[in-house]
């Protein structure tokens, strides 16, 4: 029989890193949390994309956060993102919230995001 003796080294089996990015990576800057928001919507990857949003995010993004979404959802949102441009990030003198402006196909939002402590994510658009 053999233990394991815990190390403070990250996980970085295939799975893991799968279900669980890197925090200090992919939620580390407000831009950082929009561009994975929007790689995990072109991806069609659900978990990755519930993983973006702020608990305080609205009902209509809890489906994502809940793992809850039907393919529909999953679909019309990758639809949605698809071709979506990254512009300003502005970080207010708090440092607890943000705003990302993102260009989509259709038309140009200002996403909100909040600062938690599995880093920033997005709270609404």
Do not use: H, Y
């Not at 929007?38 to 993004?61: I, M, R």
């Amino acid at each position: 029989e053999t233990t394991q003796t815990p190390t403070a080294e990250p996980q970085t089996t295939e799975t893991e890193t799968d279900a669980n990015p890197s925090t200090s990576e992919t939620f580390a800057t407000p831009t950082k949390a929009v561009s994975t928001m929007l790689t995990a919507a072109q991806a069609g990857d659900a978990v990755l994309l519930g993983s973006c949003f702020a608990e305080d995010a609205p009902k209509e993004f809890q489906a994502f956060r809940s793992g809850e979404a039907t393919a529909k959802q999953i679909d019309e949102f990758k639809e949605f993102a698809q071709d979506a441009t990254v512009g300003e990030e502005t970080i207010d003198a708090t440092k607890q919230t943000a705003t990302v402006k993102v260009q989509f196909k259709r038309r140009a939002e200002e996403l909100r995001l909040v600062k938690t402590e599995a880093g920033w994510k997005v709270l609404d658009f």
